[in-house]
Nanobody, 118 residues
Framework: VHLVESGGGLVQAGGSLRLSCSAS????????VGWYRQAPGKQRELVAV????????EYSDSVKGRFTISRDKDKNTMDLQMNSLKPEDTAVYYC????????????WGQGTQVTVSS
């Protein structure tokens, strides 16, 4: 499974961006997990994920109410709508998915930079 993120960029505080993650390759037994981010000098952190059953979503407290995760299983895409962006949202955002073979294989995209100016 190959994941490619897009939609990052530079935006002013209060603005919006929509990130997309597209999956290709062996997608027969895979599912999107969610979005993570990593700011300079910090560890990668969860932003928004789907529950293990895929029926609900979870958000970090810092983005709750501002970000919305969604996915289209037919198109093998996952999006992150980010509104009311803050400078502290500046980070590289990563798409995460799992592939189910004899073991669960974790897949990550290359990341897309989001920069929010004050």
């Amino acid at each position: 499974v190959h994941l490619v993120e897009s939609g990052g960029g530079l935006v002013q505080a209060g603005g919006s961006l929509r990130l997309s993650c597209s999956a290709s390759g062996s997608t027969a037994r895979f599912s999107f997990v969610g979005w993570y981010r990593q700011a300079p000098g910090k560890q990668r952190e969860l932003v928004a994920v789907f529950s293990s059953g895929g029926e609900s979503t979870e958000y970090s407290d810092s983005v709750k109410g501002r970000f919305t995760i969604s996915r289209d299983k037919d198109k093998n895409t996952m999006d992150l709508q980010m509104n009311s962006l803050k400078p502290e949202d500046t980070a590289v955002y990563y798409c995460n998915a799992e592939e189910y073979r004899l073991a669960v294989i974790d897949h990550w995209g290359q990341g897309t930079q989001v920069t929010v100016s004050s």
